[in-house]
Nanobody, 117 residues
Framework: QVRLVESGGDSVPPGGSLRLSCGVSRLPFSFTALDMGWYRQRPGHQRELVAEIFSGANTAYADSVKGRFTISRDNAKSMLYLQMNTLKPEDTAVYYC?????????WGQGTQVTVSS
């Protein structure tokens, strides 16, 4: 069974930084076949796309995080990352790792990010 495991969530003050990681394992095919993304679910809101990185390494970001967050991937290690800088209280959410390919998709269990003074 494919596993996506997030780590790196924490509680930080406004203006702080965090780096989230997502390890992907037990794939029956190459990690490079997956388009990967980070979603988040803020309290009282629906899950939303934060950033995505395609198999060809092109990236896209939600307007709310452009210029502050950077998504990256290490195909050799089957890892996905999200560098989050200048964090704001409204970034508080559970962050989920997501992978999608032609025949399906996978989700991680989520990691909590709290931005508060």
């Amino acid at each position: 069974q494919v596993r996506l495991v997030e780590s790196g969530g924490d509680s930080v003050p406004p203006g702080g930084s965090l780096r989230l990681s997502c390890g992907v394992s037990r794939l029956p095919f190459s990690f490079t076949a997956l388009d990967m993304g980070w979603y988040r679910q803020r309290p009282g809101h629906q899950r939303e796309l934060v950033a995505e990185i395609f198999s060809g390494a092109n990236t896209a970001y939600a307007d709310s995080v452009k210029g502050r967050f950077t998504i990256s991937r290490d195909n050799a290690k089957s890892m996905l990352y999200l560098q989050m800088n200048t964090l704001k209280p409204e970034d508080t959410a559970v962050y989920y790792c997501h992978g999608i390919y032609a025949s399906g998709e996978f989700w991680g269990q989520g990691t909590q990010v709290t931005v508060s003074s």
